[in-house]
C-alpha cells in the first residue's frame, strides 16, 4: 500500500530542515549568496550556527532514514520507520516550542510560527491516519486470493440444468 500523506510529510520536513542546515553552513564559510540568491539569514554565529546546523541535518537524515524504512516490504521494518517519523517530527516541534518560549536561535529557522505549528499537526495526522490504516502489501494479495476461492465456491454451488440439444450445461 503507498503511503502518500507520511511520504509527503516526512520528504518535505526532510527538505526543509536539509536546506535549513546547508544554509547555517554556508553562512559559517562566508557565503552570503548562491548563484545570486541571497541566503536566508544565518540562525547565530559561530558555535550557535554549528548546532541549529547540525540538528536541522540530523533531523533531517533521521526524517530520511524513517521515510525509507516506512516503504520496506516487512511490516515490522515499517512500524519501525513510522517510529522515526514520528520522532523526527518531534524534534520539530520541540525546535518550533523552542522558538516560541526562547527566540534565537530557532526563531531564525521559522519565520512564522503559526505556519510551523500547522505543519506539524498536519504532519502528526498524516503519519498517524496512515499508520491507522496501514496493510502491507501481501494481505492485499490473499484477500484477492481468498475472494477469487469464494466467488468459484459459490459458482460451483450453483446447480445447471442441462440443454438436451446441446448436452451442455445451460
Same mark, same amino acid.
Given at each position: 500500500?503507498?503511503?502518500?500523506? /507520511?511520504? &509527503? *510529510?516526512?520528504?518535505? @520536513? ?21 548563484? %545570486? ?12 550556527? @554549528? ?5 536541522? =541535518? %540530523?533531523?533531517?537524515?533521521? $526524517? *530520511? ?6 516503504? +520496506? *516490504? ?7 520507520? !513510522? ?8 524534534? #520539530?516541534?520541540?525546535?518550533? =516550542?523552542?522558538?516560541? $518560549? &526562547? ?11 503559526? $505556519?510551523?505549528? @500547522? ?12 499508520? #491507522?490504516? &496501514?496493510?502491507?502489501?501481501? !494481505? ?6 481468498? &475472494?477469487?476461492? /469464494?466467488?468459484?465456491? =459459490? ?14 450445461? +445451460?
Amino acid at each position: 500500500m503507498k503511503r502518500i500523506p /507520511t511520504t &509527503f *510529510a516526512l520528504s518535505t @520536513w526532510a527538505g526543509f530542515l536539509a536546506v535549513t542546515g546547508a544554509n547555517e553552513i554556508l553562512h559559517l564559510n562566508g557565503h552570503l549568496a548562491i548563484g %545570486g540568491v541571497a541566503l536566508e539569514l544565518p540562525a547565530g554565529t559561530g558555535p550557535v550556527s @554549528w548546532g541549529v546546523a547540525m540538528l536541522c =541535518i %540530523g533531523t533531517a537524515a533521521l $526524517l *530520511a532514514v524513517g521515510l525509507i524504512r516506512v516503504h +520496506a *516490504a516487512d511490516e515490522a521494518e515499517a512500524r519501525r520507520g !513510522e517510529l522515526l517519523g514520528f520522532a523526527g517530527i518531534g524534534i #520539530c516541534a520541540a525546535m518550533v =516550542i523552542a522558538a516560541s $518560549l &526562547f527566540g534565537a536561535p530557532f526563531a531564525a529557522v521559522f519565520d512564522r510560527l503559526d $505556519l510551523a505549528v @500547522w505543519s506539524i499537526g498536519l504532519s502528526l495526522v498524516a503519519l498517524a491516519f496512515d499508520a #491507522c490504516i &496501514f496493510a502491507p502489501d501481501d !494481505e492485499d494479495e490473499l484477500d484477492e486470493i481468498a &475472494f477469487r476461492r /469464494t466467488v468459484a465456491a =459459490i459458482n460451483a454451488s450453483i446447480p445447471r440444468r442441462r440443454d438436451e440439444r446441446s448436452g451442455r450445461d +445451460a
